[in-house]
Every structure is written in C-alpha cells, then in structure tokens.
C-alpha cells in the first residue's frame, strides 16, 4: 500500500487555493524524496504526560509567543493553578481518597498542573500549560523553528525541508498542531478523566461530557497568532474546523475506549465510560454517512466490532490504539474542502466555551 506523507503542509498560512497548490505540490514532492511515514503506529507518538525533566515552562515560550502566553492567561488551564487547592470540592475529593493535599500527589497533579525539574527537584511551576498540550519542550524546542540555520528565513524555507522539521519536532516529543489528532489526543486524555478511583471513590466528574473539540478549542482556548503575523487572534476557515470537529469525535471514541478499557465495576465511572464511547460511536457513524472517507470507515468499523463492557481491558486497548491509528492519519490527510456535508454538524460560535461554564469560584 503507498504511504502518504503524514502533515498536511502549509496549515497555517496562505489563502485556501494557494495552501491546497502547495499541500499538493509538496505532498507529490515528498512521496518522491521518501516513502516512509514515521509514526503509523500511535504507540510510538509523544508520550501524553509531561516528563518533569523535559519541562521548560512557559515563560521559556514568551519571547516569541508572547501573544499565545497572554491568551492561555485568561484561561481556566491557566486559572486552576491558583484556584484548585482552595476550592472545598477539590479538598473534598482529595480527602475521600485519603489525600492530603491537592498539590502533593501524582493523580490530581498529572492533569491539573505542571511539573518541571528545577535545581534537581521536582516542582508545581504552573497549571495546564502549554507543554501540557504541545509536549515537553526540551528536545524539539530548537528544532521547530529552524528554517535552516540561523541566517534561514520562513520564506526561503523549501517545502521538503518544512516536512522534515515538522517531523523532527513530532519525533522530539512536540505534539505540533500541523497535525490536529496530537493534540486533540492530549485534550481527551484529560477531559475523559481515565481513573475509576479518582471517579468512584473520589466523587469527582466522569469526564467532561459535553466536551467537542471545536466549541472547546476555539473560545477562549484559540492563539492562532501565527497565521495573521501576529497581528490578531485569527479565527480557522471552515475547511479547518470540519477537519477537527471529526478528528474530536475520533479522539474522544479513542479515550472514551481507553477509559472504559480501565473499567472494572459496574459505578460511575464504568457507566459514564460506556455511555461517552457509545456517544461517540453514535457521532462517528452520523459523519461517515455524510462523507466518504477510508479513516473515518476504518476507525467506525474498529468501534462496531467492540462490545462496551466491563474488564475488556485488552482488547478495548488495542481497538483504541487502531482508532487512534485512522484518527492520525486522517488529521492528516483529509481534505477539508471534501467535507462540506459535515457542516450541519458543526457547533455555531454562541456554543464556543468562555471558560466560565463549569469553572464557578
Ligand atoms: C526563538 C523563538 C521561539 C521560541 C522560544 C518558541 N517558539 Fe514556537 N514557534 C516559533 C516560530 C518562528 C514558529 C513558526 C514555525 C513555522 O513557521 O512553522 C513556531 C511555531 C510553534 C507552534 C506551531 C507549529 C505549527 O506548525 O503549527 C507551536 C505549537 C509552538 N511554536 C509552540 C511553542 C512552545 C510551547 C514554546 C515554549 C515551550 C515555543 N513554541 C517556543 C518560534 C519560537
Ligand atoms: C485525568 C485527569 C484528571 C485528574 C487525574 C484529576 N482531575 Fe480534576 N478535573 C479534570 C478535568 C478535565 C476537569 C474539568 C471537568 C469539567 O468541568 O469539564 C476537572 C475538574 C475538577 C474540579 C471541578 C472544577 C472546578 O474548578 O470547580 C475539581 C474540584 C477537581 N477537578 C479536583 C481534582 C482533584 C482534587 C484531583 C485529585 C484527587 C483531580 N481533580 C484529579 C481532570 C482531572
Ligand atoms: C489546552 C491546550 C493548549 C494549550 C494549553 C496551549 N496550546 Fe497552543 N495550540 C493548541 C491547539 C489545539 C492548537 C491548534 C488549533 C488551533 O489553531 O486553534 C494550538 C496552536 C498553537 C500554535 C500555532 C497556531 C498559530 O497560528 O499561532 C502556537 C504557536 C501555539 N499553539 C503555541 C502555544 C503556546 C506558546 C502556549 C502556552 C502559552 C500554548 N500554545 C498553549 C492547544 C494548546
Ligand atoms: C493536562 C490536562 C488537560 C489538557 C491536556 C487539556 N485540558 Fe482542558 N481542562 C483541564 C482541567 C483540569 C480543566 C478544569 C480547570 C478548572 O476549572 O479548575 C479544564 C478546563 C477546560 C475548559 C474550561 C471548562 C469549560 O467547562 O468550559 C475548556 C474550554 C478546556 N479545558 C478545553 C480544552 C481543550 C480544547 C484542550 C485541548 C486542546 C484541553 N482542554 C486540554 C485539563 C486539561
């Protein structure tokens, strides 16, 4: 079978003629340089946690994002640092699981802060930070940028050199959004909240039900300062949002199937873990009878076939690793302007979330 190239190049910028000329001159020009797509195998993506070692933290981000930085501000990603620990819900979780506090413990921590290794200890630097969704920065942070060395422009930059400096960062450990599905994956594994005890024990949400990738990613969540030259908080075109409104549903059936893998007792958490798969079941079948597309068929047949049940923890895990699979290569692959019937679909701006829905203080 031919192996397509894996990143849709030219994402960010260009008018959608010019972007589609290039994808497929690119595309057409990789596919003769190399054969080989790095990643078919999700296992072998970024892991999802931040190691602490390779945490830079934020502010390392500033000097050439300080725009992106000043958006995640006004974030409830941002907000929790200071806000969590004091909130009596928060206690109340942390208590009924035998926690005694909610900043000193690996479970609350690994979604609700971020941990850098500074002068040899392990330290709370921040809430959901940016490499909680982009990856650890130490290995691909000079590399995404690299035009070519020092003295390289973005402009002079050849299509093949974007390629291989796109998958360099990816191999480095960045989740780069040139591929939607790796970040879209970290969002999930979050938002689904993958811990029976945590859920059951701890009384804490199974989840966020009502998560959908575009009406969550592009309220007060969106920093897209890259594609206006840093002149604006840019909105994505239509083609865009069709592309990650399915590659959400992929990505949450994948978690929802990972959760449910986790599962051992009939409570909560296995419940709202079956319910949440068979949700996105349901919005994965709703898309293919729209459109006609190898990945979304692949990842619905991947899904028909499992049983939603309890302790399938196997094979619930390798059909979540094959949906993971088509969700990848379709984020990178599909072609936004082929999906129009998605649009009935799509969440109008007034759903878009602001942050201050659930976050009450
Ligand atoms: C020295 C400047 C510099 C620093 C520091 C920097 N970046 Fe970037 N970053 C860039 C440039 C320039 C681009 C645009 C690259 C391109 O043209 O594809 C970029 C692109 C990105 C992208 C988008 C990639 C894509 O193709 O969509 C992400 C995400 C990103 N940076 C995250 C970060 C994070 C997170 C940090 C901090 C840990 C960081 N960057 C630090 C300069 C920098
Ligand atoms: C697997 C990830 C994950 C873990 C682990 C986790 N949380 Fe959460 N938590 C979330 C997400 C996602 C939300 C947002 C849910 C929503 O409202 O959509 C949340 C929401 C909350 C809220 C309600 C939001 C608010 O600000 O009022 C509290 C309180 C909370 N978590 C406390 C804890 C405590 C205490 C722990 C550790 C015992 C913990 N969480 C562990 C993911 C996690
Ligand atoms: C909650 C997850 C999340 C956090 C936190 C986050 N990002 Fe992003 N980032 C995304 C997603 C999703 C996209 C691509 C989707 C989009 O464009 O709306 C993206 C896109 C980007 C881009 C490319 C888009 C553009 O045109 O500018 C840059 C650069 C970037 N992020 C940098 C950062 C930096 C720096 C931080 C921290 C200050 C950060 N991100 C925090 C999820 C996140
Ligand atoms: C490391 C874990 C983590 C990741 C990754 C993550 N989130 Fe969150 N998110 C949370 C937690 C925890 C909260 C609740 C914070 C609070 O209120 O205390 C939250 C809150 C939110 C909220 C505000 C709550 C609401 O009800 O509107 C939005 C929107 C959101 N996340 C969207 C996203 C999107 C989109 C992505 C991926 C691009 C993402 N998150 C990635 C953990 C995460």
């Not at 994002?65 to 907000?79: A, N």
Request: net charge positive.
């Amino acid at each position: 079978m031919k192996t397509k190239c894996c990143f849709r190049v030219g994402f960010h910028e260009g008018s959608p003629a010019t972007l589609l000329g290039r994808q497929v001159g690119a595309a057409l020009l990789f596919s003769l340089l190399t054969a080989s797509c790095y990643a078919e195998d999700v296992t072998k993506l970024p892991e999802i946690r931040c190691n602490p070692a390779n945490v830079l933290g934020s502010e390392s981000c500033a000097k050439c994002h300080e725009k992106e930085l000043s958006q995640w501000k006004l974030t409830p990603h941002h907000g929790t640092f200071e806000l969590l620990h004091r909130k009596p819900e928060a206690k109340a979780i942390a208590k009924k699981l035998g926690l005694k506090s909610v900043k000193r413990n690996d479970l609350c921590v690994s979604c609700h802060y971020t941990r850098q290794l500074v002068d040899e200890r392990v330290r709370i630097v921040s809430g959901i930070s940016c490499e909680s969704c982009h990856g650890a920065a130490k290995n691909w942070l000079a590399s995404h940028n690299d035009y070519g060395g020092p003295a390289a422009t973005k402009e002079d930059e050849s299509a093949e050199h974007r390629q291989q400096r796109i998958e360099a960062s990816v191999a480095a450990g960045m989740n780069n959004p040139s591929n939607l599905y790796l970040v879209a994956r970290q969002c999930l594994a979050c938002h689904t909240t993958p811990e029976e005890q945590l859920v059951n024990v701890g009384g804490h949400p199974a989840g966020s039900s009502e998560f959908e990738l575009v009406s969550w990613s592009q309220g007060i969540v969106r920093h897209n300062f890259l594609r206006t030259n840093g002149t604006s908080n840019g909105t994505l075109s239509l083609e865009q949002l069709r592309v990650m409104y399915a590659v959400g549903v992929m990505a949450d059936l994948e978690a929802s199937f990972r959760a449910l893998a986790k599962a051992t007792t009939r409570a909560t958490f296995g419940i709202a873990s079956a319910q949440r798969a068979a949700r996105m079941k349901h919005k994965l079948y709703a898309i293919d009878q729209l459109v006609d597309d190898p990945n979304i068929k692949r990842a619905l047949a991947v899904a028909l076939a499992e049983p939603l049940k309890l302790n399938r923890g196997e094979a619930l895990s390798a059909a979540a690793d094959r949906i993971g699979q088509a969700a990848y290569r379709f984020a990178a692959e599909a072609d936004g302007e082929s999906l129009v019937p998605l649009d009935p679909l799509l969440p109008s701006p007034e759903k878009y979330r602001m942050g201050n829905e659930t976050s009450k203080q």
